[in-house]
């Protein structure tokens, strides 16, 4: 009968392996070669004495299905600082956008030069975090865009005293944000997605290889998606040339935006590994 339960591994002044007695619920730690050579070895499962042998013959460092891979605060304290830089650029796109700019002879929102930093953000998140925690990040940035639109939309119902002079421009201000709440939303959840998976995708064909393929691939293909979606929908009663024109200028911006934004995301990497990969195993080792 097997009375002893395997709960995992914890690194102290030696290895030790955690039990767990099955008739009480207590649960007792011993030195992993201790628990190799006891008889306690007799009341596990086949599967957990390969698991002990496996971690005691191997090096201590190899990982085994009872491994509990945990995080430092630091690279906590990272994803919840990039989750902010992301709702920030986003919400900051969504005011931008309804702004027709000139650039270059290009009609193009203003919000180009904004959004497409988006990508660079939910990269550097997939790349480190891996893709569930990038698409977590960017349903929260979606759902604080709705919650932000929906406190903007609130705010025009209570009447302004007369003095103030931005009435008509706040009014204005509201009703064009909500007016392309529907087209930045479906452009904004269906693009940053795609690009999340294609990174996602290539990264594990090439085996985490060629950054830079990655990288600029998933952003081009989320940028013609985005740009189509947005831009027919917002601007389309400027005319189909005007609609083609703009479109062409944003992909334009968004291919200059996805080569350049390859620099910063190496530059990520080296600051990941540096201040926290090697800052959570000085935290191990002290």
């Given at each position: 009968?097997?009375?002893?339960?395997?709960?995992?591994?914890?690194?102290?002044?030696?290895?030790?392996?955690?039990?767990?007695?099955?008739?009480?619920?207590?649960?007792?730690?011993?030195?992993?070669?201790?628990?190799?050579?006891?008889?306690l070895?007799?009341y596990?499962?086949?599967?957990?004495?390969?698991?002990?042998?496996?971690?005691?013959?191997?090096?201590?460092d190899?990982?085994?299905?009872?491994?509990?891979?945990?995080?430092?605060?630091?690279?906590?304290?990272?994803?919840?600082?990039?989750c902010?830089v992301?709702?920030?650029?986003y919400?900051s796109?969504?005011?931008t956008?309804?702004?027709?700019?000139s650039?270059f002879?290009?009609?193009?929102?203003?919000?180009i030069?904004?959004y497409?930093?988006?990508?660079?953000?939910?990269?550097?998140?997939?790349?480190?975090y891996?893709?569930?925690l990038a698409?977590k990040?960017?349903?929260?940035?979606?759902?604080?865009n709705l919650?932000?639109?929906?406190?903007?939309?609130?705010?025009s119902f209570?009447?302004?005293i007369?003095?103030?002079?931005?009435?008509?421009?706040?009014s204005?201000?509201v009703?064009?944000?909500?007016?392309?709440?529907?087209a930045?939303?479906?452009?904004?959840?269906?693009?940053?997605?795609?690009?999340?998976?294609?990174?996602?995708?290539?990264?594990k064909?090439t085996?985490?290889?060629?950054?830079?393929i990655?990288?600029?691939?998933?952003s081009?293909?989320a940028?013609?998606?985005?740009?189509?979606?947005?831009?027919?929908?917002?601007?389309?009663s400027?005319?189909?040339?005007?609609?083609?024109?703009?479109?062409?200028?944003?992909?334009?911006?968004?291919?200059?935006?996805?080569?350049?934004?390859?620099?910063p995301?190496?530059f990520s990497?080296?600051?990941?590994?540096?201040?926290?990969l090697?800052?959570?195993?000085?935290?191990?080792?002290?």
């Open positions: 009968m097997q009375n002893y339960k395997l709960l995992g591994f914890k690194r102290k002044a030696k290895l030790t392996a955690n039990f767990l007695v099955k008739s009480t619920g207590h649960t007792f730690s011993i030195p992993l070669n201790e628990a190799v050579n006891s008889e070895m007799d596990l499962s086949p599967f957990e004495q390969r698991e002990i042998y496996r971690k005691y013959y191997s090096s201590h190899v990982n085994t299905a009872y491994e509990f891979k945990d995080k430092s605060q630091k690279h906590w304290n990272a994803y919840i600082f990039l902010c992301l709702v920030s650029l919400l796109s969504t005011i956008a309804i702004k027709p700019i650039f002879n290009l009609t193009l929102p203003a919000a030069f904004i497409p930093l988006t990508y660079i953000i939910s990269d550097i998140l997939n790349e480190y891996g893709l569930s698409r990040a960017i349903n929260l940035s979606f759902f604080c919650i932000f639109c929906g406190c903007l939309y609130y705010s209570p009447e302004a007369p003095s103030w002079g931005l009435i008509d421009a706040y204005s201000l009703f064009s944000v909500i007016s392309v709440l529907l930045s939303s479906l452009a904004y959840i269906i693009s940053e997605h795609i690009n999340a998976y294609i990174l996602y995708k290539i990264k064909l085996s985490s290889k060629y950054l830079f990655r990288v600029f691939t998933s081009i293909c940028a013609i998606i985005d740009s189509f979606i947005f831009i027919s929908i917002v601007f389309h400027l005319g189909k040339e005007t609609v083609i024109s703009m479109i062409a200028g944003q992909l334009l911006i968004k291919s200059i935006y996805a080569t350049l934004g390859i620099f995301i190496y990497r080296y600051l990941f590994k540096k201040f926290i090697e800052g959570k195993m000085n935290d191990r080792s002290s």
